[in-house]
């Protein structure tokens, strides 16, 4: 006699949380999600790597892409908002984690605005010495991925 073991799908399916429509929106950037991709693999001198815009129809600027996926659509932060408006590069030393958190105004590949584009990552201690050592592995990198971006609609094609 053959026995099956019916277990609900439910209980097998990770469910994610639903997102607050106040601090996410949905977003689709897969050109920008493989750029992110790519650059962080050929990266150990970064832990983290985001890339933050204003989607087209949109008004916020959110996370449009981000090694870590489930960020994506998340609004950025008032914090990072007030050091984007300086239009300079920006490093945090933060002991605590060991990093310096870098936050870098961004454009296409021709100067071309992204709708308030920048790229955030974090360079460990074990990469960078101080603040502009960490910031010139960031600005490299920022210059690497603004590289490949012809322009502000690419990010959204796949």
């Known amino acids: 006699m053959l026995m099956f073991n019916l277990v609900p799908a439910t209980l097998h399916a990770q469910k994610t949380p639903p997102q607050d429509p106040s601090t996410y929106m949905h977003v689709h950037a897969p050109f920008a999600q493989t750029l992110v991709d790519s ?32 960020k994506n659509g998340k609004k950025s932060s008032a914090g990072d908002l007030k ?3 300086t239009g300079e590069p920006t490093a945090v030393r ?8 870098l936050l870098i105004p961004m454009t296409d590949a021709s100067g071309g605005d992204l709708g308030g584009g920048f790229v955030v990552m974090e ?7 101080n603040e502009q050592e960490a910031l ?11 590289a490949r971006i012809p322009n502000k609609a690419a990010l959204y094609q796949p």
């Not at 360079?123 to 010495?129: D, H, L, Y």
């Not at 960031?138 to 991925?145: F, L, S």
């Open 94 to 101: 933060v002991e605590k984690d060991q990093i310096f958190d």
């Open 123 to 129: 360079v460990p201690f074990s990469k960078a010495n």
């Open 39 to 70: 650059v962080k693999a050929h990266h150990d001198d970064i832990v983290k790597l985001g890339i933050h815009a204003v989607p087209p129809g949109e008004t916020d600027n959110v996370i449009i892409a981000n090694i870590t996926r489930s």
């Open 83 to 85: 050091k984007l408006a």
């Open 136 to 146: 010139k592995i960031g600005v490299a990198i920022r210059d690497e991925i603004q």
